[in-house]
């Protein structure tokens, strides 16, 4: 306890971008102090299909973690975003069924003008703040429903990317209102998911976060998922044994007992640490 008093406090970074995951370390007073970048992966089903992998991105994560050495500091907030729109198909333990179809895959742009021509633009549009359009979540279901329903089935929950890394931390899962409204599935009026547009789409309620007000309290990081995220940052470090000289093990225990908050602004989630008593 003695030695965390004495690590500077810092804010944390990051970003789960369509290119690249970036994690940023920074002083309270905004400045920067160092940055980690990872390629994100794209994956290719079929021509013209792509995906991108939970897992690898939240494995991104802790590696860029270690190799800034987080356990010299006591991190009291994180910020994360993320791409919208795109969503990962997790079962009851939180583990990822398949990968999630990237924001810019047009495979349901049929599906989504079929819709459209049914309902009419300005009635779906009224529901949601959204035109129709091939790259919001609910495209992304509809084609799930046409050409994967055992996976609608299979899945527990839906989860955005940011806030899957949310969930890896805190086993919480929720989102917030700005990203939800990315989907085209959730009601702006009501502050709610579209019951409506879920009975087309073929899933339940209960297959989606629960949505809070953006700058909550999303839960507190575990002890579990610190030394999950260790282990993660072991095996990212033998796979980049190239560069193990700025990827040494490290201790996680300054992550373990905050506070995620979700926030608006960037389609953000923070993370703040819990006052002492």
């Known amino acids: 306890m003695k030695n965390n008093l004495t690590k500077p406090q810092i804010l944390i970074g990051i970003d789960a971008g369509s290119t690249h995951l970036k994690t940023a370390l920074y002083h309270l007073d905004g400045k920067r102090i160092d940055v980690c970048r990872r ?16 897992k690898e991105i939240y494995s991104q994560f802790c590696s860029c973690l270690a190799e800034l050495r987080i356990q010299e500091y006591e991190p009291i907030a994180i910020g994360i975003s993320s791409f919208g729109e795109s969503i990962v198909p997790v079962d009851e333990h939180g583990t990822p069924l398949d990968r999630m ?6 495979r349901g742009q049929a599906l989504i003008d079929t819709l459209s021509q049914r309902y009419g633009p300005a009635k779906l549009y009224s529901l949601t703040g959204q035109f129709p359009s091939g790259k919001f979540t609910l495209a992304k279901l509809l084609w799930l429903k046409e050409h994967n329903p055992g996976l609608l089935r299979r ?15 805190t ?35 209960s297959q989606l976060p629960t949505v809070i007000p953006s700058g909550s309290s999303a839960g507190a990081v575990t ?11 072991e095996a990212a470090a033998r796979e980049q ?32 640490k819990k006052k002492r008593r």
């Open 39 to 54: 390629r994100v992966r794209v994956f290719h089903s079929d021509p013209g299909y792509s995906e991108y992998d939970a």
């Open 241 to 272: 044994a190239a560069m193990e000289s700025r990827k040494r093990l490290l201790l996680w225990g300054s992550l373990a007992g905050s506070a995620l908050l979700l926030c608006l602004g960037i389609l953000g989630i923070f993370l703040r």
């Open 101 to 106: 179809i990237a924001w810019y895959d047009m």
């Open 155 to 169: 899945t527990h929950c839906f989860l955005f990317m940011q806030d899957y890394l949310a969930f890896c931390l």
């Open 223 to 233: 002890k579990e998922a610190a030394e999950a995220a260790r282990k993660a940052a």
């Open 171 to 205: 086993g919480n899962l929720c989102t917030e209102y700005s990203l939800a409204s990315r989907s085209m599935l959730f009601h702006t009026s009501r502050l709610a998911w579209s019951e409506e547009l879920l009975r087309i789409c073929g899933i339940q309620r």
